[in-house]
């Protein structure tokens, strides 16, 4: 059965693609759910129409990533975290971490699962890591992780207090 997706399947068809489907599979789960439509003169003046619709989102998309891109592209962030000894963290930093930090220090809504970390940090140090904005527009932001003071903190609560 052939049919013409009018939505994105994950793992099989992006909306506006044509494609041969299983009979089943297109009778009972794509188009009682209209995920697609059978190939036809009107479905296809139907796709047509929403490719347009389609193309003018992805543009607008598009353009919203590339402003987000050109703002992150060399952002450095500073995340104070609890230590131990031989400079080892007690937790971790993590991608959600990171994006709370640049949402907080510079309003730049990012996904955490754009920011590609391989593991998350357990040392300080300073780190650059690459956000996967889309397949080519890969900024890379600067992380400098730091020791937390915990025993200025400390002392400057009672202080506070008293005052």
């Not at 949402?103 to 140090?125: M, S, T, W, Y």
């Amino acid at each position: 059965m052939k049919v013409i997706f009018m939505q994105d399947v994950k793992n099989v068809a992006r909306a506006g693609e044509i494609k041969d489907v299983a009979d089943g599979y297109g009778r009972n789960y794509l188009l009682p759910k209209k995920l697609a439509a059978a190939v036809g003169s009107q479905n296809m003046n139907t796709l047509q129409a929403q490719q347009k619709k389609f193309a003018k989102q992805r543009a607008a998309v598009e353009a919203e990533l590339s402003q987000l891109g050109q703002d992150l592209e060399g952002k450095e962030i500073t995340i104070k975290a609890k230590t131990g000894g031989k400079e080892r963290l007690y937790g971790s930093i993590t991608s959600a971490d990171i994006a709370a930090e640049l949402e907080r220090a510079f309003a730049l809504v990012v996904d955490k699962r754009k920011i590609e970390l391989d593991q998350p940090i357990h040392q300080l140090g300073n780190y650059e890591i690459p956000v996967r904005l889309t397949g080519e527009l890969i900024p890379k932001i600067k992380v400098n992780v730091l020791a937390e003071d915990s025993e200025e903190e400390k002392g400057a609560k009672p202080e506070a207090a008293a005052s």
